[in-house]
């Protein structure tokens, strides 16, 4: 038996949902651990696209009991969506395959609301680049302890007098300090009556569940959304998630023990890409050949916004603190295979900043605006290596980049993918292995 958690270790879109797709073949439970529909995680499988916002990635495995946990926050629209796409697929998506958190926080109609007004009110250069899913607003209300659970949806009584206070706040904020239009309690409450009608059977607590797994012996995988450097303690804040990314919320957003687990592992691209406003050192410039090249050839658009992701070299400086913060045990290179045919590659060392020298990410957001990288170069590979199923057939400058990786990382890269397909992976060590 063993526990595995899998997080990212950039700004998010790294390939999370390939890897958790690859490794839950060797898990009985996938567990999400944290964030909400406004992350996407994208998988291959076939040739086929899948995309998934709420539900963990392993859902795609038949004989597999999916997990959403505590904290994660649900959108129920958004989860009731996927579950009747995947059926339309061929999955049947039934309560015995996919457990819901009873302590799950829901986000509601006002919280979407708030979340677009309050990003317009913004001038351009404080704009946080949200997805106007109502993420930070639910976060809020949890923290504020005015949330709504989703075992409270099974509680008419309960869910109603939460539901009332809440929409007499709201609809305070939403027309006097922003100007727009309120919410209405009639029409949420019977929104929200046939969600509980369908959910209810999903509804469950995944923390009992979870530690029955482990006293069974079964392996469990759990899946984090985004990246470390939007992690709201430690990334670069304020442009940053609203949720902890990292790591060490695994255990916090399932209810599990933080002794039970074996191996973190850290899904780091071959470069590196960031969605919405925020610092990005390495940074390559929209207009520049190859940011433009890297944006094309990796299909660098958001899987849930669509927006263009802006591209830039790999930064050993985020790789290294992903690194100290979520304890990784084990690497899984991502993309490689977008940098066939760069001439030269760059890697990020360490930053300048105002003449000092800085090996971790500032936390003074004034001074990441100020980062000046100091780049290593190393020579690319020309080669197609799609089709490469071992990692002593992948040319010897792409097992060089690699093996630098390692270096600077002090982190084993476990497992590379050389293209976006299921197959188009070369697993060099399995973290369920050996335990």
């Not at 890409?273 to 410039?285: D, I, K, N, S, W």
Request: proline share 5%.
């Amino acid at each position: 038996m063993a526990s595995v958690v899998v997080v990212g270790t950039q700004w998010g879109d790294e390939g999370k949902g390939k890897i958790v797709d690859l490794l839950t073949r060797y898990a009985d439970c996938i567990v999400r651990f944290q964030g909400g529909n406004n992350a996407g995680h994208t998988l291959v499988v076939g040739g086929r696209k899948y995309i998934f916002h709420i539900i963990p990635s392993g859902i795609l495995y038949e004989e597999k009991t999916c997990m959403i946990g505590n904290g994660v926050i649900i959108d129920p629209e958004v989860l009731l969506q996927e579950i009747s796409e995947l059926a339309g697929q061929g999955f049947a998506i039934t309560p015995e395959r996919l457990m819901i958190s009873e302590n799950a926080h829901l986000i509601m109609p006002y919280h979407k609301s708030l979340d677009l007004a309050r990003e317009s009110s913004l001038s351009t250069s404080k704009k946080i680049g949200t997805t106007g899913r109502g993420i930070g607003p639910c976060y809020m209300d949890k923290v504020g302890r005015c949330g709504i659970k989703a075992g409270e949806m099974l509680d008419p009584d309960l869910f109603n007098d939460k539901l009332r206070a809440n929409v007499e706040e709201k609809n305070f904020l939403l027309t006097r300090k922003f100007g727009v239009e309120p919410v209405s309690f009639d029409a949420i409450r019977k929104e929200f009556d046939g969600y509980a009608r369908k959910l209810a059977p999903y509804i469950k607590n995944v923390s009992l569940a979870l530690d029955a797994a482990r006293r069974e012996g079964r392996n469990i995988l759990f899946e984090g959304a985004q990246g470390t450097q939007l992690d709201i303690d430690h990334g670069t804040y304020p442009f940053v998630t609203s949720s902890n990314t990292i790591a060490g919320n695994a255990c916090i957003g399932s209810g599990f023990g933080p002794v039970h687990i074996d191996a973190v592992v850290g899904i780091l691209k071959a470069y590196t890409t960031r969605v919405g406003a925020g610092p990005f050192p390495t940074e390559l410039p929209e207009g520049d050949p190859i940011g433009d090249a890297l944006q094309a050839r990796g299909g660098e658009f958001g899987a849930t916004t669509g927006r263009r992701r802006r591209c830039g070299w790999l930064d050993a400086v985020v790789a290294s603190d992903a690194v100290r913060l979520n304890g990784l045990t084990g690497l899984a290179i991502t993309k490689l295979d977008v940098l066939s045919g760069q001439p030269k590659l760059k890697i990020a060392r360490r930053y300048e900043v105002d003449g000092r020298d800085f090996t971790s990410m500032p936390g003074n957001i004034r001074q990441t605006a100020r980062i000046e990288p100091v780049y290593e170069e190393m020579d690319g590979w020309n080669e197609d290596i799609s089709n490469v199923r071992s990692f002593d057939d992948l040319p010897v400058n792409a097992r060089n980049y690699v093996r630098r990786i390692e270096d600077v990382t002090g982190v084993e890269p476990i497992i590379v993918s050389v293209g976006p397909d299921r197959e188009e992976t070369l697993l060099l060590k399995n973290p369920f292995a050996g335990r």
